[in-house]
Nanobody, 123 residues
Framework: VQLQAFGGGLVQAGGCLRL?????????????MGWFRQAPGKEREFVGG????????DYVDSVKGRFTISRDNAKNTVYLQMNSLKPEDTAVYYC?????????????????WGQGTLVTVSS
């Protein structure tokens, strides 16, 4: 599976962005998908994930109620809708495919990674 994330950009606090993760490979629908982010000087952190079928999602507490992950297996695409953005959301965002069909947060469970897309939220 090859992944490509895009849709990042500069947005004011309170604004929204939608990130896309396009996947290639026939086995895309077998994997849970995750979004991670890495802010300057910080470790990469799990933002949220979605299970293989799209019926279950999970999020880190700091984005709950603001971010929504969805997927369209027919289009081999995963989405991250980000609303009410805050300056602390500024980071490079990565999509990743898990080795599992269900959601987990450790990065070591994710075996395919996209190249990252930068999200900058200005105050």
């Amino acid at each position: 599976v090859q992944l490509q994330a895009f849709g990042g950009g500069l947005v004011q606090a309170g604004g929204c962005l939608r990130l896309f993760c396009a996947a290639s490979g026939r086995t895309f629908s077998r994997y849970a998908m995750g979004w991670f982010r890495q802010a300057p000087g910080k470790e990469r952190e799990f933002v949220g994930g979605i299970n293989w079928g799209g019926g279950s999602t999970d999020y880190v507490d700091s984005v709950k109620g603001r971010f929504t992950i969805s997927r369209d297996n027919a289009k081999n695409t995963v989405y991250l809708q980000m609303n009410s953005l805050k300056p602390e959301d500024t980071a490079v965002y990565y999509c990743a495919a898990s080795r599992l069909s269900y959601i987990t947060s450790p990065a070591v469970d994710y075996i395919y990674w996209g190249q990252g897309t930068l999200v900058t939220v200005s105050s």
